[in-house]
């Protein structure tokens, strides 16, 4: 029953992709329909040869009790409309934030840039949204970046915070990600987004990317000091109407 929903996905690493799922979501009151895809990286390269060779699902099913998927995460994508054959579509690499995604933190502006990402994908009429499982906190995880949020109420900014705790500034990588976007869709992309290092990892991997949208906005004096950060410490372009200092 699942042979058809489960594929093989190879690329700098080799991934298992299961979908499309439908998925009513809510926005602003309306109920949309998208299509869910989920990822699971395979790390072990025998397992990641076998997978390419011969994908079998009995044998998938057979592991997947033994893989304690509850104790790790996984990423997923949340596709609106003709993502493959449309002309244009928009799309967006979301970086978790449990904080702000779950909870509604003004922290920072996660939450915000979620939800408008995909009413943004919704109202241009097709696109697709990756939300990446293993980036919190910049790449850092959930323990640690409630130990940044610690040394930013001290006096430090989420840069020296991260570099303080031994991690780079930004430790994300997007290849997983944007293996699937590429399996999915061949065509341009419009990407979604204030960070130059998101661009430049879509170019690198030679996907057709022929526009940037920004995604600016939720200013508070909560995380107008995260906001200016993000342009004077890690390169993010300025916005232009009302912003402090900049986006993602």
Known sequence: MLDDSIQTVAGSNTNILVGPIRLPVELDGET????????????????ARICREQADTEQLIERLSSFNLAEK??????????????????????SICHTGDIF???????????HESMKMI???GTGALCYLANHEGRGIGLFSKAMAYILQEKGLDTVEANLELGFKDDARNYDDAISILRFLRQKPVTLITNNPKKLEALKASGMNVEDRIPLWGDISPYNEKYLQTKVARSGHWRSGAGCPNEDD
């Open 104 to 114: 509604g933190s003004k922290r920072c502006d996660c939450g915000f840039q979620l």
């Open 32 to 47: 949309v329909l998208f299509q869910w895809y989920c990822w699971l990286p395979v790390h072990d390269p025998a397992a």
């Open 73 to 94: 995460q996984q990423s997923s994508v949340l596709v609106y409309g003709d993502f493959a054959g449309a002309e244009r579509a928009l799309i967006r690499m979301h």
């Open 122 to 124: 919704v109202r241009h």
